[in-house]
């Protein structure tokens, strides 16, 4: 793999194809995808001022989505919205099953293990489908594989 960030649905999809495919023949422990936070919530303040770089409120930003594969199986964290969305766009996947819903009291979410045995493309769709219509991106957001 050459690349590792894509902006539009079909490159992300090749993407993320290609990573699935590259985790599976290295056989690396796991894959993880990121979203690219907008760029608003990367800086805070004047840009030309490095102390003005944080945010005002010192309140703890948001962490950007992630989507982690190992094998067979999909692994991330929803908030109970999120969740739902999640279960929707499965129905559309009958090959998938979640495997394991985890939700500790001191988390404000749950954690979802998926079992997706499919090829690669297919992953690749799901993926784009859960961070567009699961965590709400928009249409060109980035995201990068940040570890297979």
């Not at 950007?64 to 279960?87: G, M, V, Y």
Request: charged share 35%; glycine share 4%; hydrophobic share 35%.
């Amino acid at each position: 793999m050459t690349r590792f960030d894509a902006n539009t649905s079909a490159d992300r999809r090749k993407l993320f194809a290609d990573a699935v495919t590259a985790h599976r023949e290295r056989g690396s422990a796991f894959l993880t995808i990121e979203v690219e936070p907008p760029r608003e919530q990367l800086q805070f303040g004047d840009p030309d001022d490095e102390d003005d770089r944080s945010d005002p409120d010192d309140g703890e930003q948001e962490a950007p989505p992630w989507i982690q594969f190992a094998e067979k199986t999909f692994n991330l964290d929803c908030t109970d919205e999120e969740l739902s969305r999640l279960h929707d766009v499965l129905d559309e996947y009958p090959e998938f099953r979640v495997d394991e819903q985890e939700a500790p009291d001191e988390a404000e979410g749950t954690n979802v293990r998926i079992s997706a045995r499919s090829d690669a493309n297919r992953l690749a769709g799901f993926l784009d489908r859960a961070f567009v219509e699961v965590y709400d991106q928009p249409e060109d957001y980035r995201a990068w594989v940040v570890q297979i």
